[in-house]
């Protein structure tokens, strides 16, 4: 099955600084989706794109769709306490009848931590 | 607008005792899933309901997982008998399609914690 794999696995970093992660598949994907989950949540969408090259930002975060349509990444400018949590991407399988929004395939995440 | 609502939050059982979670999608949403969430690990898909009709159950352990979605709104998962490695979080989400489609934005509910000793 479709895999997609999320790197750093965790992040460290000082209030204020920019965060930068990233996504690879080893397939194809139409729509790449960013979500976040806070501790004790369910995950919140961030950012939705849905075209090779595509560049979205929501904030103080932008995201991009590979031309590939293997990879995407997200970046978070300056980073303050409540970004922490774990970040995401997600990607739904295609069918023979065309993408399938339900069954979204996640990565295994990236933990960020922000210190104040 | 009312979020997704789950019960429990949180439940603790011995293996080979079943559990049952229950959800409630926002008002309006047709599509109903179900995601269990290993620690450590991204949500998987367990099941995915079209107003009251399974659309994608492949991902389901059929032997001893179930759930329904009557009337099409609110649904129920249980587990049957349960076994260690069903520890996890279990996650309903909802979302609006059109004409079969969505936005790819899926509205979660808080999940309920499952530990099984």
């Known amino acids: 099955g479709q895999q997609l794999n999320q790197s750093p696995q965790s992040m460290f970093i000082q209030e204020g600084e920019d965060v930068s992660m990233n996504c690879t598949s080893s397939s194809i994907f139409n729509t790449w989706l960013w979500y976040k989950q806070d501790p004790g949540e369910g995950p919140v969408l961030l950012i939705a794109l849905y075209k090779a090259g595509e560049l979205t930002s929501n904030g103080r975060l932008t995201a991009q769709f590979g031309i590939t349509r293997k990879d995407s990444f997200l970046n978070i400018s300056a980073s303050i306490p409540s970004d922490v949590g774990i970040y995401f991407c997600?990607?739904?399988?295609?069918?023979?009848?065309?993408?399938?929004?339900?069954?979204?395939?996640f990565g295994q995440g990236t933990i960020l931590t922000v210190h104040p | 607008e009312a979020g997704v609502a789950q019960s429990p939050r949180y439940k603790i059982i011995e293996k080979r005792q079943s559990v049952a979670f229950w959800c409630n999608p926002i008002?309006?949403?047709?599509?109903l899933y179900w995601y269990q969430q290993i620690l450590g690990q991204g949500p998987k898909l367990l099941i995915q309901?079209?107003?009251?009709?399974?659309?994608?159950d492949s991902q389901l352990p059929k032997d001893r997982f179930s759930a329904e979605r009557l009337k099409g709104v609110d649904s129920t998962l249980k587990i049957q008998p349960a076994k260690l490695e069903d520890s996890a979080v279990y996650l309903c989400?909802?979302?609006?399609?059109?004409?079969?489609?969505?936005?790819?934005?899926?509205?979660f509910g808080e999940g309920s914690r499952l530990t099984v000793l």
């Open positions: 008002s309006g949403h047709a599509t």
């Open positions: 989400a909802s979302s609006l399609d059109h004409r079969g489609k969505s936005t790819g934005e899926l509205f």
């Open positions: 309901f079209q107003n009251n009709g399974v659309v994608d």
């Open positions: 997600a990607g739904p399988s295609l069918n023979a009848g065309g993408t399938s929004y339900g069954k979204l395939t």
